[in-house]
């Protein structure tokens, strides 16, 4: 797991390595363990190193292969590295370390960018080849790794991060008013490839991107999840333990120790039961907690503590008070490639910083609620027609209707459309998908997945030099999950075919609970300093010139802060706020 970063230059225009050097202080973060600058004409890679696997120099970034005429810098990890290796050997290339990263070079100028099909991981890469100048991105199936692109005339950059291409001078930062449609009214997500400014984008999942020497490029998507129903009968909770087994397996490919953040919840309790299960022991765990405020309790470790007593894990309680929670919230905000509203940054942010001092790499159990029905708003959808479907998804997902928008939004900033509805119109009206549960699916593992739980991990474990691992989004379980009847997973309240399989394993206390979040009281309910904080933000010098809401929406929010909700039941205040407080942290 690294941060990566570059410069790639059309025609005979020689690569900017200055500006390359600026982004990697930005990525230092991400990787904490060294620092490599390679150049050629005009390609130009950075990369910063945090040690995972072949912990020797020798796995160090850039990397070139002189006789393959080949460099590449790799964020990520790929799991089945070992395998591929031996294959490779296996058709007479032989190997200087004993790092993923080069089993990566090998397999692109074995199979060309088609490798990315025999990968089992989290990755996001770049390769140039010396002798035609072409240079191939490639990002990961889920999106677990993210890559953000900068392309002004002659030239494309990219980096790990937003802020570093900020870093690297000469981007468009005015705001893009499509995407601050998708902020208000999606959840504050933004669909690749737009983020909020306008001149920068970012790869999308599973997706190889092959630019030329001239500038020209192609663009393919590698690999989607069908949702369609297999053609056999199926032992759905068998199968998915089966799927899980393998996949929490997987993740355990490290030279370093590696533990779980264990929320209390199913997910992550059953990763540290199928752990125990192969036979895992002195097991690191970690559950947070946070002061009760407005009615709600900061902490689930009554949950964690329990499973982390069966299972005999090492575990630590990280209780947080105020007097690390204000300071953390501006921290957290840095961290953030994107604006993320959810409250759960805050909370992996603190919950990284301490258990960066004790492992590198953990494992955690992001992606069940998307793969497997989890969501309050897929059972309205079972049955809904589906010729109804986009209504009915809006409906219980959008934020707030279009509408609302003109009296929330300064008219400058309003779309005469709604892109946010075409969006997900254009999504659900691709062929597979049969029903409305698979179509809202569908679409949440490619969007809102990515651009929520996925990022928000990435970004603030990664603030800490903390590998994070997803086996929910092994690519494999994925598809699986997909193939399942909508009806297997919404039973039991949501995630049924998923109690299922940890039924006997799992403590049935667990299984049968209400379903939990992260609970983080302090932005959930703003009052005191941090209501001051939000006050600051929507009032300060660059959000008056900036303009974009509506000066009696604010006043009115600022009235009565805790009261106005988005449809999912967010602190429409929050979401105003944080949004500002992104982008004057950013220097917009």
């Not at 020497?213 to 069908?226: F, I, L, P, Q």
């Not at 129903?229 to 759905?236: F, H, K, N, P």
Request: aromatic content about 8%; glycine content about 8%; some cysteine.
């Amino acid at each position: 797991m690294c941060g990566i970063a570059g410069e790639i230059c059309y025609g005979d225009r020689s690569a900017d390595t200055d500006a390359v050097r600026r982004m990697l202080p930005c990525l230092e973060s991400r990787g904490p363990d060294g620092e490599g600058l390679w150049a050629r004409e005009r390609v130009a890679f950075g990369h910063r190193r945090l040690r995972i696997i072949d912990l020797s120099d020798a796995g160090g970034q850039p990397m070139t292969d002189e006789q393959l005429g080949l460099t590449v810098v790799f964020n990520g990890c790929i799991y089945n590295y070992r395998q591929l290796r031996e294959e490779l050997q296996s058709y007479g290339y032989s190997f200087r370390s004993h790092s993923d990263t080069e089993v990566i070079l090998k397999a692109f100028h074995r199979w060309g960018a088609d490798c990315v099909t025999r990968f089992l991981g989290m990755f996001a890469f770049a390769i140039a080849e010396h002798g035609s100048g072409t240079v191939t991105l490639a990002r990961d199936r889920l999106g677990i790794k993210p890559l953000y692109l900068a392309e002004s005339p002659g030239r494309l950059r990219f980096a790990s991060t937003l802020p570093a291409l900020l870093a690297a001078g000469g981007v468009d930062t005015s705001i893009d008013k499509v995407a601050l449609h998708h902020y208000m009214t999606f959840h504050s997500v933004v669909p690749a490839p737009r983020t909020i400014l306008a001149g920068v984008r970012k790869l999308p999942p599973a997706t190889v991107r092959v630019i030329r020497k001239d500038g020209t490029s192609t663009e393919r998507v590698y690999w989607e999840a069908s949702h369609t129903r297999l053609a056999r009968e199926t032992d759905w909770a068998a199968e998915l333990r089966e799927k899980l087994r393998v996949a929490v397996e997987r993740r355990m490919v490290a030279d370093v120790p590696v533990g779980v953040l264990l929320s209390g919840g199913l997910d992550s309790s059953f990763i540290v039961a199928l752990l125990a299960e192969q036979g895992q022991t002195g097991l690191t765990t970690f559950s947070i907690g946070f002061e009760s405020g407005g009615g709600e309790s900061g902490d689930e470790f009554a949950y964690s503590d329990l499973v982390a007593k069966k299972f005999g894990t090492e575990h630590h309680q990280i209780r947080i008070g105020r007097d690390r929670f204000l300071p953390a919230v501006e921290r957290t905000v840095a961290a953030m490639s994107e604006p993320m509203v959810s409250h759960d940054c805050i909370a992996f942010n603190l919950l990284s910083e301490d258990v960066a001092k004790q492992v590198k790499v953990v494992q955690s159990g992001q992606g069940a609620d998307e793969i497997l029905a989890g969501y309050s708003w897929y059972p309205p959808l079972a049955g809904v027609p589906r010729d109804q479907a986009v209504e009915a998804y809006a409906k219980e997902f959008f934020d707030r209707p279009h509408g609302d928008l003109a009296r929330q939004l300064n008219p400058e900033w309003l779309t005469e459309n709604d892109p946010s509805l075409e969006f997900v119109r254009e999504s659900f009206g691709r062929p597979g998908a049969t029903t409305a549960v698979d179509a809202a699916l569908r679409l949440d593992s490619q969007v809102m997945l990515v651009d929520d739980p996925v990022k928000r991990v990435d970004n603030m474990t990664m603030a800490w030099g903390l590998e994070a691992r997803v086996p929910f989004l092994d690519h494999e379980l994925v598809e699986f999950a997909a193939a399942c009847p909508p009806e297997v997973k919404l039973a039991q309240g949501g995630k049924g075919v998923l109690k299922d399989a940890a039924r006997g394993l799992v403590p049935d206390e667990v299984i049968d609970r209400p379903k939990g979040y992260f609970p983080v009281p302090g932005i959930r309910h703003l009052e005191g300093t941090m209501l001051e904080k939000v006050r600051d933000a929507l009032s300060a010098p660059a959000a008056r010139d900036r303009a974009l809401f509506r000066p009696a929406y604010v006043e009115a929010l600022l009235a009565d802060p805790n009261t106005p909700r988005t449809t999912l039941g967010a602190n429409q205040l929050w979401q105003l706020a944080l949004l500002e407080m992104w982008l004057q942290e950013n220097g917009i």
